[in-house]
């Protein structure tokens, strides 16, 4: 598998570094990692970088996943990137409410390695 | 039409203890690797650190997790390994549990979840303080031992 970039939103660094660990178990090669505490951030984060894959939280201050995941559906050089919600909010509404505004995939925390695996690899091309 | 008073007086009747150790007993299995049992109640918790995650809406009320700083730094580091290097990032470990533990628990709570949000955690360090949340109705209990130590677990709702 090609190396990727990914660009991880959380506003803690802890699960940043976890999401990051969890990928790499998944045997997902990361070329670049790209850390943003919000969706404010992470949409200063897309302007100058060029990534692969997006994983979100939600509940975060300033911006957050839903309005971010809305956000960048209006960045002509962000749309086709797959974002997969990483999220407490396990409600059908969330869920809903994230794969309409463009998510491609939702896990709920707490998560295992295995279960980003099966989420994140068929968005990248891959068998889980 | 369920009212939102009708969850404390769910919590009361339909006793969420059980409901509230699993949901800590998952996340810590799941996230730090670990299998935490409810310990009796003789154990005293140090609450050098807090950390606290506020529910608003039909659920109202604070749930909050105390223990001491040696646990505080073994949490963080069985979740980040040797990375686990500031009180910053034990801060941010503990207050990361605390959401997950939270959201665990609305998710288990059917009817609840869609109509409940959750702030972002806040973690105190320290014991010399006193803590009042507004959420003054019943609270939930339990003590579980995390690796030998006791790791308290108090969710207070609003009457």
């Not at chain 1, 309409?100 to 709920?108: E, F, T």
Request: proline content about 3%; aromatic content about 4%.
């Amino acid at each position: 598998m090609d190396k990727i970039r990914a660009l991880i939103v959380d506003d803690s660094s802890v699960m940043r570094k976890i999401v990051e660990r969890s990928l790499r178990q998944a045997g997902i090669e990361l070329d670049k990692v790209v850390e943003a505490s919000n969706g404010a951030e992470a949409l200063a984060a897309l302007q100058g970088n060029v990534v692969d894959l997006i994983l979100c939280d939600i509940n975060m201050p300033v911006m957050d996943g839903l309005e971010f995941v809305r956000q960048v559906a209006k960045v002509e050089s962000a749309k086709g990137i797959p974002i997969v919600m990483i999220t407490t909010e396990g409600s059908e509404s969330h869920v809903v409410a994230a794969l309409s505004a463009g998510a491609r995939g939702y896990i709920r925390k707490p998560f295992t390695p295995d279960q980003v695996k099966e989420h994140v690899l068929p968005l990248l091309g891959k068998k889980p | 039409m369920t009212t939102d008073i009708s969850f404390a007086t769910r919590a009361h009747e339909e006793n969420w203890l059980p409901i509230l150790e699993l949901a800590v007993e998952e996340v810590f299995e799941i996230m730090l690797g670990s299998r935490v049992k409810p310990a009796s109640s003789e154990h005293l918790v140090n609450g050098e650190f807090t950390a606290m995650v506020g529910l608003a809406g039909a659920l109202c009320g604070v749930l909050t997790i105390r223990c001491d700083a040696t646990t505080a730094r073994h949490v963080a580091k069985s979740m980040l390994g040797e990375m686990a290097d500031s009180e910053q990032q034990v801060a941010d470990a503990l207050g990361e549990v605390c959401n997950m533990v939270a959201g665990n628990f609305k998710n288990k709570l059917a009817g609840t979840d869609e109509r409940c949000l959750l702030s972002v955690p806040t973690v105190i360090s320290g014991a010399e303080y006193s803590f009042r949340s507004m959420a003054d109705g019943d609270s939930m209990d339990t003590v579980l031992l995390f690796e030998g130590a006791p790791v308290a677990v108090r969710l207070q709702l609003q009457g």
